[in-house]
């Protein structure tokens, strides 16, 4: 997954169009290094459609447009293998992100109950 790829799975992930990402990137004024200038909406869409290499000075913009890290927009990982992952991965991101607060109790509930849903999903994925 390109980066391009990831900045588009979180615009449709908070439900934005790209327009209006490129609108609120375009509110924060960023400016390109080598112009000075902010970029048109009509460059941003370039970027979201992999047309345009994307201005790594653009990243902390683009982060806070998004509301997530910077580090985030480089992050390709399991989230985004199945569809089932991908309409959830808001929410898988925020119990990851939780897990270590949990008792270890807590921990092995949960562990306990996914192992049962893998092994219903695999037995239904046998029999066909």
Not at 38 to 47: D, E, K, M, N, V
Not at 65 to 79: C, K
Not at 106 to 118: D, P
Request: hydrophobic share 35%.
């Amino acid at each position: 997954m390109e980066v391009w790829e990831k900045i588009n799975y979180l615009i449709a992930e908070q439900k934005m169009s790209k327009l209006e990402f490129a609108r609120k990137l375009v509110e924060l004024e960023p400016r390109l290094r080598l112009t000075g200038e902010t970029p048109s909406p009509q460059t941003i869409l370039g970027y979201l459609y992999g047309k345009r290499e994307i201005k790594v000075e653009l990243i902390p913009y683009i982060a806070e447009v998004l509301g997530v890290s910077e580090q985030e927009l480089f992050t390709f990982d399991l989230e985004y293998s199945t569809g089932y992952n991908h309409r959830h991965s808001k929410e898988v991101r925020e119990i990851i992100h939780l897990l270590p607060y949990a008792p270890q109790s807590v921990v092995a509930h949960i562990k306990e109950q996914l192992s049962k849903y893998k092994k219903l999903h695999d037995e239904t994925v046998r029999q066909f």
